[in-house]
């Protein structure tokens, strides 16, 4: 029997990674490939507590963190496309209109 | 779990292993033959009576033949795509039931291997992994037709799972449930005369998931070379070759689950039932490849989202209407 | 059984995680990514809940990250070059990060605990299977169910627009 502490241990590293890549990466793409991780750490903390607590509740809320993420993907893939067309690039470093 | 019941587990995906090969050596053979005889040809003769060693004969020259690793292709990916496509075409058919049970010495045998609450979903999810070995296969072969073909698969094989998994919701809803054992069960009338459109949808959508004509744009030969598979030589090549049959039977196999009423059927036991409908919807498929031309690219993306897409929706619509008003 | 094979797929989770944020080849990373979500769901089989792994590998293997695969390959992304000063960055993203995760267990480590007090741990409770979810969504969460469908078709016009050609 594994404790419910384990998957949220586990589920906590994985989204510490998700994070360390988003700071390390610079390409657009794997940026948010790391954000993706990050959702599903959070899924598996879900599921790890909705069976600790004896209800199904925690994994509808995973079941809407999907739909989530496939919108996210979605229209954040857009995204990069125009991006990449107006700039030829998707380094995250290169979009830096907005500061000054 | 007792050792019997191990013992017996590992038995049965041994056996459904091996005949699932064995099938899809023969399928090959199956389809040389069919196509010859469409064309006013005969087919293999030579290797055997009526060519029947000519399986075996390919075998064994694929198995001799050098195995090239092109240069400049990423190495370990171009390695591991076949078995994926392998892989996950085999993995399939752990959940389709192909009979009731026999006795064998007082001990009950259910002629599945595994009956699992989420069959379905588990063929689509194995499904679905299969496009990463031929989308990586394109790529890490390192040559642009491959990758054309690998691009085209990708585009082609996530378009038309989803009117795949539309279609076969009318008939999940009809049994209300995932396990294919019930859904077999509930089959006193075959599923394909209460949901015809979605057999319908569900078979155009097997071509293209399968890459059979008339949807095998992504190795188009006369576009493309052979695409995504240019690159790939002697068993590494095979297991592609063998991949695409094996895919073919798993979705024959589904196909008579979930429409054609399963191992059932009067007289004859019930694993004979399951193969004679699997080898007519192999022989379909056969049949379909010698009459249709193939499709052209945009028609193919025109036809999955604009025709087969809203049709499935609207067969859910009008089977839950139904379901209301008859109960 | 079940310890070892947490272990087992806790630690396939965890090393792909890691090699996914180190690989620079962004098709490298993408597989990384595939091999993470499946040892997922393997976990999620083992917490009782087989309808979301399906899902899981069906939507976010399946479907979203043969996409992120459709992108990288469509722009035909070169591998990453590696800035000057990434390693001091990279010093500070780790420091950053491993300051997050000692943050986040406490929390959690303190969370657990008053959910413990709440409620005791009741573990096979659950009948992680497809009917109960079902049910679940169709009754309780039938408005949030209807709503993520709104979100999805904004998703698709988003997208559309976002990346449709101009004429």
């Given amino acids: 029997m594994v404790g419910t502490t384990q998957y949220l241990v586990l589920g906590a590293v994985l989204f510490c990674i998700g994070v360390a890549g988003v700071f390390i990466r610079r390409n657009a793409i794997v940026v948010f490939m790391c954000i993706e991780l990050m959702l599903s750490a959070v899924s598996l903390t879900f599921i790890a507590l909705s069976r600790s607590q004896g209800s199904i509740d925690g994994q509808i809320f995973v079941f809407f963190i999907m739909t989530v993420a496939a919108a996210e993907a979605a229209v954040g893939l857009a995204i990069i496309l125009s991006l990449y067309r107006r700039r030829q690039t998707i380094n995250v470093d290169e979009f830096d209109l907005l500061k000054w | 779990m007792s050792l019997l019941a191990i013992g017996i587990a590992l038995a049965k995906a041994v056996i459904v292993f091996v005949c699932l090969l064995l099938c899809v050596a023969y399928s090959t053979w199956l389809e040389r033959k069919v196509l010859g005889h469409m064309q006013v040809r005969c087919g293999p003769l030579r290797v055997g009576w009526y060519g029947l060693l000519q399986p ?100 082609q094989m996530i378009s038309y799972e989803l009117a795949t998994g539309l279609s076969i919701i009318g008939v999940l809803m009809h049994a209300g449930s995932l396990r294919p054992t019930d859904i077999v069960a509930g089959q006193d009338i075959w599923y394909i005369v209460k949901q015809p459109i979605g057999f319908l949808i569900f078979v155009i959508c097997a071509f293209a998931e399968c890459n059979r004509s008339p949807f095998d744009l992504p190795e188009a030969e006369n576009e493309l070379v052979p695409g995504f598979h240019v690159e790939y030589s002697s068993m590494k090549f095979a297991l592609f070759f063998m991949a695409e049959y094996a895919h073919m039977i798993v979705v024959s196999a589904l196909a008579a689950t979930l429409f054609l009423g399963g191992w059932r059927g009067p007289v004859l036991p019930g694993i004979v039932w399951f193969m004679l409908k699997v080898f007519a919807m192999m022989f379909f498929f056969i049949w379909i490849r010698a009459t249709y031309p193939r499709f052209r690219y945009d028609q193919l993306m025109k036809f999955g989202w604009k025709v087969l897409f809203p049709v499935a929706l609207l067969n859910i619509v009008v089977t839950g209407i139904g379901m209301v008003i008859w109960g | 059984m079940e310890q070892q094979l947490f272990w087992l797929w806790g630690g396939i989770a965890v090393i792909s995680a890691v090699m996914m944020i180190l690989k620079r080849n962004p098709v490298h990373s993408a597989l990384c990514l595939v091999v993470v979500f499946v040892s997922l769901a393997l976990l999620y089989v083992l917490l009782g809940a087989e309808f979301l792994a399906a899902v899981q590998v069906i939507v976010y293997a399946g479907a979203i990250m043969v996409l992120f695969l459709f992108v990288i390959m469509l722009l035909n992304l070169e591998t990453e070059v590696r800035s000057q000063g990434l390693s001091r960055v990279a010093f500070k993203a780790c420091s950053l990060a491993g300051t997050g995760l000692l943050l986040l267990l406490l929390l959690g480590g303190g969370a657990v605990k008053a959910l413990r007090a709440m409620a005791p741990e009741q573990v096979s409770g659950v009948p992680g299977n497809t009917q109960a979810v079902a049910e679940l969504l169709f009754t309780k969460y039938l408005l949030p169910f209807e709503v993520t469908s709104i979100l999805l078709l904004a998703a698709i016009v988003g997208a559309l627009v976002l990346a449709g050609k101009r004429d």
């Fill in chain 2, 56 to 155: 075996i004969a390919d075998g064994i020259k694929l198995f001799f033949k050098e195995d090239i690793v092109v240069s400049g292709a990423n190495k370990f990916l171009y390695i591991l795509s076949p078995m994926i496509v392998m892989i996950a075409a085999c993995a399939s058919i752990a959940v389709v039931p192909f009979g009731d049970y026999i006795d064998v010495f007082g001990q009950k045998i259910y002629l599945r291997v595994a009956d699992v609450d989420i069959g379905v979903l588990y063929i689509f999810a194995l499904s679905s992994l299969s496009v990463y070995g031929i989308t990586l296969a394109g790529w890490s072969s390192n040559s642009k037709y491959a990758l054309l073909g690998g691009l085209r698969a990708s585009a």
